[in-house]
């Protein structure tokens, strides 16, 4: 399984930028999420969203009503809008698909950074 990420970049503080990304082939992901690291900092989870049929999503805390997730055209493609970006959102960002079994795949990380 290969994620191909894009969209990072170095944008103000209160700009946008769109992530996205795509799986090599279709497969029957149940999950696909978007985690992110900030240097001295663990790799948490932004957003995630079910792409087996449904639809839902979840969101960490710190970025509910700025970031959406969705599903992109084809079935294993999501995008990442970031709006109302912040100096702590900056981060490295993956992309990670799950499978019903629990094993995970990530993507190489696409660098978001946010000045002030």
């Known amino acids: 399984v290969q994620l191909q990420a894009s969209g990072g970049g170095s944008v103000k503080t209160g700009e946008s930028l769109r992530l996205s990304c795509a799986a090599s082939?279709?497969?029957?992901?149940?999950?696909m999420a978007w985690y992110r690291q900030a240097p001295g900092n663990e790799r948490e989870l932004v957003a995630s969203?079910?792409?087996?049929?449904?639809?839902?999503?979840d969101y960490a805390d710190s970025v509910l009503g700025r970031f959406t997730i969705a599903k992109s055209n084809g079935r294993n493609s999501i995008y990442l809008q970031m709006n109302n970006l912040k100096p702590e959102d900056t981060a490295v960002y993956y992309c990670?698909?799950?499978?019903?079994?629990?094993?995970?795949?990530w993507g190489k990380g696409t660098l978001v950074t946010v000045s002030s």
């Open positions: 082939r279709t497969y029957n992901f149940k999950t």
């Open positions: 990670n698909s799950r499978f019903f079994t629990g094993v995970q795949y």
């Open positions: 969203i079910r792409v087996d049929g449904g639809s839902s999503t």
